[in-house]
């Protein structure tokens, strides 16, 4: 399973907490061809391809999926990034100290949802039922792509699989992470964080 967070979004260039309609800079666009390319010279074939539906993310798939010469991708919408309601649009920079302290609380306190939007625990259990069902419903032999966003990969990798390294570190744009396992009975590994090989 290759998890890949989108390319760089204009809403990331400004700050900005990001609804669906956020495009891909033109930095952005540039990283999911490069992305591409390097799965091209790898000579990876992905048997499934899955985004988000949100178009930082689709828009990031479509181009990746462009260079490999791949028709079909699968947008599941329970892959988006959290909802963040009354805050989407917003710069991070101009929310008042009480808003800041209340959208940094909803990380914290899990089960606290954000007016018009979604708790933490909402999205990952849409996040979990979305990796679960596609992995149930692929061969042990499968290779998969899935392009989604930094909530996305965290809710995956620390929350679904316990398996997040212990780091402060967040999901960098268009970032190859590597799920690999033996059968559908052994344990995920992660062998891949943010670009680089990790320890056995």
């Not at 990746?64 to 917003?90: P, Q, Y």
């Amino acid at each position: 399973m290759f998890l890949v967070r989108h390319g760089q979004s204009t809403d990331n260039v400004t700050r900005t907490i990001s609804g669906h309609d956020s495009p891909l800079s033109d930095l952005g666009r540039e990283q999911a061809k490069l992305f591409g390319q390097k799965i091209l010279e790898i000579g990876i074939k992905f048997e499934s391809v899955y985004s988000s539906d949100m178009r930082r993310a689709s828009e990031t798939a479509r181009i990746i999926c462009n260079v490999l010469s791949i028709d079909d991708i699968i947008f599941e919408k329970r892959l988006r990034e959290g909802d963040a309601g009354i805050f989407t649009g917003r710069r991070f920079d101009d929310l008042t100290e009480e808003e800041s302290a209340f959208f940094d609380s909803t990380i914290v306190n899990l089960d606290t949802r954000i007016p018009g939007g979604e708790s933490n625990n909402e999205q990952m259990m849409r996040t979990k039922e979305a990796f679960l069902e596609i992995v149930e419903n692929h061969p042990e032999d499968s290779t998969i792509l899935l392009v989604g966003h930094g909530g996305t990969l965290f809710h995956i990798l620390r929350r679904t699989l316990d398996i997040l390294p212990d780091t402060e570190e967040w999901f960098g744009n268009c970032m190859l992470n590597i799920l690999e396992r033996d059968s559908h009975n052994s344990s995920w590994n992660l062998t891949m964080f943010n670009n680089n090989k990790l320890d056995d």
